[in-house]
């Protein structure tokens, strides 16, 4: 039945433990995420017109499945990548160099974490304790850095 399925706008960027992306998706409904070691799945119905969002991602490197997490909120679904080699950067979320018409890079989110201590928690441990705190429809900001509130842009 996705054969018919548009992609989903996404945003990324990348941690030392993890790698991030948000599907801009509002009102999200039977939403599926399959994690691979070297690729992802997502997939959701949006909107009162049941439309179909299906996205496949073949990753710039592997990441651990069992420790890879989603949360789906009104407005997205943010997805945690748990990396397999952690502290290793990605330059690009796809194992192919062309660009992808859904997908941009969350330059709100993004930084230069190469020269960061490990004193904090880690991204992904923030993440996995957002989500099991979690109550409202609003995501908290997942390093706890910036006091800037999320723009919006999905």
């Known amino acids: ?17 993890a790698v991030f992306v ?6 999200s409904q039977d939403v599926k ?3 691979d070691s070297s690729k992802f799945e997502f997939s959701c119905v949006t909107g009162a017109a ?9 990753l710039f490197s592997e990441i651990n499945p ?12 943010l997805c945690c990548l748990r990396k397999a080699q ?22 709100n989110n993004w930084r230069n974490w190469e020269d960061d201590s490990d004193d904090d928690l880690s991204s992904f441990d923030k993440f996995s304790e957002m989500i099991n705190k979690m109550g409202g429809d609003d995501l908290p900001d997942l390093e706890g850095v910036d006091d800037e509130k999320p723009t919006g842009d999905c």
């Open 1 to 17: 039945m996705l054969c018919s399925a548009q992609h989903a706008a996404a945003r990324w960027y990348d941690r030392r433990e």
């Open 66 to 77: 069992k420790e890879s997490k989603h949360k789906r909120t009104d407005r997205s679904v």
């Open 86 to 107: 952690p502290g290793i950067s990605w330059p690009r979320l796809t194992k192919l160099k062309e660009k992808v018409s859904w997908l941009s890079v969350d330059f």
């Open 50 to 58: 049941d439309k179909k969002h299906h996205n496949t991602v073949d």
């Open 22 to 27: 948000e599907f801009c998706v509002e009102d």
């Open 33 to 35: 995420v399959n994690f």
